[in-house]
C-alpha cells in the first residue's frame, strides 16, 4: 500500500515537475526578488515582463508611464478598460502596500523606451510619494 501512495506522489510530482518545464513563458529574465514576490501574490501566473501572457507584458504596462502610485492602485483596483481584448485582472488586495510598491518600482523600470524628461538615473520616480505610510 505504502509503495503505491509512493509511485502516485512520485507521478503527481513529475506532471508538476513537467508542466512547469512546458510553460513556453520563461521566468529567467525576473529579478530573484522579484520573482519570490511574483510567485507569492500568484502574479507569475498571468504577468512576464517581456512577454504577454494571460495579462500584458509588464513592459508594455512601464510604456503607460504611470507612476508608481498609479500602478499599485491598479493592482488593488484593475481598470480591464485600459488593456481591451484581456480578460479583467481580479483586484489583488492581499498584497501589502510594501509588497506593492516594489512591484511597481520594477514594472516602471521595464520600459526600454526612455521617455523625454523621464532620467535615467532618477529611479526613484516620485519618490517622495513612495514612502506614504498609509499602510492598508
Ligand atoms: C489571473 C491572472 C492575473 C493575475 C494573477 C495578475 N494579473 Fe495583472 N493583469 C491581468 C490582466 C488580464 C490584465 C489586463 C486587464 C486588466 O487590467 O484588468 C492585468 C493588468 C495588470 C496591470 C496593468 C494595469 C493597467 O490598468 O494598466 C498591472 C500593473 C498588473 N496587472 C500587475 C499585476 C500584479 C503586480 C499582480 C500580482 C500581485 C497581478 N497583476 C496579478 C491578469 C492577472
Redesign the pocket.
Known amino acids: 500500500m505504502k509503495k503505491i501512495v509512493g509511485i502516485f506522489f512520485a507521478s503527481a510530482a513529475l506532471a508538476v515537475a513537467s508542466f512547469d518545464a512546458n510553460a513556453q513563458a520563461p521566468t529567467s529574465d525576473i529579478p530573484a526578488d522579484m520573482n519570490a514576490?511574483?510567485s507569492k501574490?500568484?502574479?507569475?501566473?498571468?504577468?512576464r515582463p517581456n512577454q504577454r501572457?494571460?495579462?500584458?507584458a509588464?513592459s508594455d504596462?512601464a510604456k503607460?508611464k504611470?507612476s508608481t502610485e498609479e500602478?499599485v492602485n491598479?493592482?488593488y483596483n484593475?481598470?480591464?478598460a485600459?488593456?481591451p481584448g484581456?480578460?479583467?485582472?481580479?483586484p489583488?488586495k492581499q498584497?501589502p502596500k510594501e509588497?506593492?510598491v516594489k512591484?511597481?518600482v520594477w514594472?516602471n523600470s521595464l520600459d526600454s523606451t526612455p521617455a523625454p524628461g523621464k532620467k535615467a538615473g532618477s529611479s526613484k520616480g516620485k519618490g517622495k510619494s513612495k514612502s506614504k505610510s498609509s499602510k492598508a
Open positions: 514576490l511574483m501574490y500568484t502574479c507569475i501566473a498571468c504577468h501572457l494571460v495579462g500584458p509588464y504596462v503607460k504611470y500602478i491598479l493592482i484593475p481598470i480591464p485600459h488593456w484581456y480578460p479583467p485582472m481580479a489583488m498584497v509588497d506593492a512591484l511597481a514594472i
